[in-house]
């Protein structure tokens, strides 16, 4: 069975839907299982955000459609993008946190995940 949108919900895109999962995820794994300094941390600044660390099939197009998808997600509102270092000026996203209505989104898509096809995304 299909789910409604509300109304004004944009429609997400494949890696919109994976990178919210992904927060979903861990945002829940530390809430659960996380010290309590990783807690305060996702309190305050949200899920540490590092995509492709280590990973040799990261490239630069895959890096820049990560980040136009992480823009689009927060100009809709369910996310906050931010920056923990030392230079304001830098676009460095550190950590993503999920807004309230993020949270509701990751809460309907958890419901169809497993309809969604398992590839390597952000």
């Not at 906050?80 to 993503?96: A, D, E, I, L």
């Amino acid at each position: 069975m299909r789910e409604r949108r509300m109304a004004g919900e944009a429609r997400l895109s494949w890696l919109q839907q994976r990178i919210l999962l992904r927060l979903g995820a861990m945002a829940a794994q530390i809430r659960t299982a996380g010290t309590a300094e990783a807690k305060a941390t996702l309190t305050s600044l949200g899920v540490r955000w590092n995509p492709g660390l280590n990973d040799p099939r990261w490239t630069p197009a895959k890096r820049a459609a990560c980040s136009r998808s992480l823009r689009r997600l927060e100009q809709q509102g369910l996310i906050r993008r931010r920056n923990q270092g030392n230079t304001p000026t830098s676009k460095r996203t550190t950590h993503v946190q999920l807004l309230p209505s993020g949270e509701a989104a990751v809460q309907r898509l958890t419901r169809t995940a497993a309809n969604m096809p398992h590839e390597a995304g952000c």
